[in-house]
Structure formats: C-alpha cells, structure tokens
C-alpha cells in the first residue's frame, strides 16, 4: 500500500497540470506514491499531452464537469494510500514540502487536515488558511464600521485553502468526504468543518510552502466571484440552517448599506473594487431564493449540485 494518494482534478488546463505534476516528480516526495488525476470532461487533448510524459500517472476520465469536491470524491474511490494530497492542478511544490507534512501527520495523529503556505508566483504570500466556517463574523468583518469598532484578533485556524490539503484516508472517509452539493469554492470549508466535528485538529504549517497561480484552474473571473458567491451561501445553509441563511443574507445587506454610507471616505480603488463585488453578489439573487428549498442542511445525495449557469 503506498503512503500517499496525491489526487489532482483537471478541467481544461492541460499546459498547468504538466508543470504541476512536474513538480511533483522533482520534488522530495515518498517512492511508494501514486498520481491521481481525474480529468472533468475537459475534451481538450489533456490526456494525451499528460500521460505521453508522466505514463504512471493514474488517469481517470469523468465523462461530466462535475466540479471539484465530486472529482476528488471519484478520485479518492480509486486511492490506496494511507494519506490523500489534494492539489489543485495550478500548484507547484517545493522540493521538500510534502516530505516534511507527511512527516508532520506521522508524528501528529491527532491532525484531521494540513495545509502549508502558499505563494504567489512573485514569492508574496497568499492566502493560505481560513478563520471563519459559517460564523457570521465571517460576513462582518467586511462591513467598516464592525472593522473600525472591533479590532481583529488572533483567530483558531478552522480550514486550510483546497489547493493544498493532506488529510489521512481513513479521516476523509470517516465523514463522508467532500459534500456533491458544492460544484465549485467553500468545499474544502465544509470538510475541515465536518473533520474538526470528529475530534480532528485542522494544522497549517507555515514552514513549508508551495506556489499557487491562483484562479488559473479555474473559469474566467467574473463567473468564479459569481460562483464563489453562491457556494458561500449554500456554505451557510449547511452550517447554520435555514434561519440562519436567512440571517446571513440580512447582515450582507446590511453590510452593503453600511459601507455604501460610508464610501466617501473611502478611495477610488475600493469604491470600484465594491461596486464590482455587489454586483456579483446580487446578480445571484434568484439562486439564493431557491437554494433553501433545493439543498438541505446535512449532505447531498449527489442529485444536484450548485453551480452557477
């Protein structure tokens, strides 16, 4: 049995996902490993340029996009090792990242998740792990008056960024892995939510890093804030209930009221930078009446999925 299932969704990124697994091969990594790659109906010559070079790649075909979570679902059914390795297939490893996490995991049972630090491609640092899962501070912390009344503090780390994710099989099974209802964003929230529900810690090590050309796995911009949007929401639903999706829209607007009293003090950057923002946001108004009534609070039975035309 290998030690580690490194599990990568491609959807039209073929020219990506070679540098990625290219820096798998040149990286530190354990000889009893296997590369997974699961390929969402890209129909666009990916297979062939992919696996003439790295032939021990494990390909599988999904005859539909079927997004993110459900593509690491399929790939993980197919997984033997005892550690899963999510990337996302615009990741480029450093030479000894993944050595030193699995390293970590082995020595720290008790860790459900573990992420790293990722770069940007210019070396700055990138988001990399996530504070709020659910919690309505989530949404105020953009509104400028809470952000003026209540100084930010030193917050639990409750998830770590998708793109890099090593979770223990066993774990990832034990809750049921990623929820089919999210297509795409907020997936990997819900997950580290459901493990740190099992007794699981959620780790970052910032020791180690990795790079990551954010957005270049995924579709064009305007759609990916839409959809980001929208899985956000159904993110709530799942966490706080129909009431508290509710509550969730209610602060959001409140949130927008507040800080359009308060745009003249802002610069011109952030005023586009917001008119841009609530136009995605409630471009998606219709999606957010149905969504209570398509999708539950518990996890999908894999009959729909929540993405955006």
């Not at 990286?27 to 699961?38: F, Q, R, T, Y």
């Amino acid at each position: 049995m290998p030690l580690l299932s490194i599990i990568i969704v491609n959807y039209k990124t073929p020219d990506l996902t070679y540098q990625c697994i290219n820096s798998i091969y040149k990286a530190d990594i354990p000889e009893e490993v296997e590369i997974i790659l699961v390929d969402n109906c890209s129909e666009d010559g990916s297979e062939l340029q992919i696996t003439k070079k790295f032939q021990d790649v494990i390909w599988i075909n999904n005859p539909v996009n079927a997004g993110f979570g459900r593509g690491n679902n399929l790939g993980v059914s197919h997984a033997n090792g005892k550690y899963i390795l999510f990337l996302n297939s615009d990741i480029l490893l450093e030479e000894d990242t993944v050595k030193v996490c699995l390293n970590y995991m082995e020595n720290n049972p008790k860790i459900g998740v573990l992420g790293c630090k990722l770069l940007n491609e210019d070396g700055s640092l990138q988001k990399s792990v996530y504070h709020y899962v659910g919690d309505y501070m989530g949404v105020l912390r953009n509104n400028l008056l809470v952000d003026f009344i209540f100084k930010p503090k030193a917050l639990k780390i409750k998830a770590v960024m998708g793109s890099f994710m090593l979770i223990p099989k066993n774990i990832f099974n034990e809750v049921g892995g990623f929820d089919p209802d999210f297509f795409m964003y907020a997936e990997e929230l819900d997950l580290c939510r459901r493990i740190e529900q099992k007794g699981h810690k959620i780790h970052y090590l910032e020791t180690v890093s990795a790079t990551h050309k954010h957005g270049g796995s995924s579709e064009g911009s305007d759609w990916s804030h839409k959809q980001n949007y929208l899985s956000n929401a159904l993110l709530y639903l799942k966490v706080r209930g129909v009431m508290g999706y509710f509550i969730y829209h209610i602060l959001s607007a409140g949130t927008f009221i507040t800080n359009l009293l308060l745009l003249w003090k802002m610069d011109k950057n952030y005023r586009k930078d917001f008119w841009q923002d609530q136009k995605k946001y409630f471009s998606n108004y219709w999606n957010y009446i149905k969504i209570p009534f398509l999708y539950s609070k518990s996890m999908g039975d894999g009959k729909k999925i929540l993405k955006r035309a």
